[in-house]
């Protein structure tokens, strides 16, 4: 595992530029150029993709309403789609996020920010499903 080492907002668009234009590959892009591991050129590349260079602005935490929440596990789990795919078209910053929604999702069916969103076990009680889910 690399260390971290912060790359200005600038630097990280000609890294994806060049992955992206064919010059350069994803494992230099992420070991040799910037000395972070593949999936964080991924995740780069995937929110430049969906948002451009406004992508690498920084940005204070970013709230997502209940609704969008929804959708984005409602579409990954009926649809089938990758998370990188939902994550790009809902504007969702990293996998992890999702990931983290859809357990919570999973176990109590519902994701209402206030209610499950500070700490504690998700393990609880599950939910009912169907046997189309399952």
Same mark, same amino acid.
Not at 24 to 50: F, G
Not at 90 to 112: A, C, F, P, S
């Given at each position: ?6 790359? &200005?907002? *600038?630097?990280?668009?000609?890294? $994806?530029? #060049? %992955? !992206?234009?064919?010059?350069? @590959? ?38 997502? &309403?209940? *609704?969008?929440?929804?959708?984005? $596990?409602? #579409? %990954? !789990?009926?649809?089938?789609? @990758? ?48 046997? #189309?889910?399952?």
């Amino acid at each position: 595992m690399y260390m971290k080492h912060k790359q &200005s907002a *600038e630097e990280e668009v000609k890294i $994806v530029q #060049e %992955y !992206l234009g064919g010059k350069i @590959s994803m494992s230099e892009a992420a070991a040799k150029r910037s000395r972070v591991d593949n999936e964080t050129v991924r995740d780069w590349v995937r929110n430049y993709k969906a948002d451009g260079e406004d992508a690498f602005l920084p940005l204070k935490n970013r709230a997502y &309403s209940p *609704e969008l929440k929804q959708q984005a $596990v409602t #579409e %990954y !789990l009926a649809r089938g789609q @990758s998370l990188n795919d939902v994550c790009k078209k809902y504007h969702i910053r990293g996998t992890k996020q999702l990931y983290n929604w859809i357990k919570v999702y999973n176990v109590h069916g519902e994701l209402d920010s206030i209610k499950h969103s500070g700490g504690g076990s998700y393990m609880k009680q599950g939910r009912e499903t169907t046997q #189309e889910e399952r």
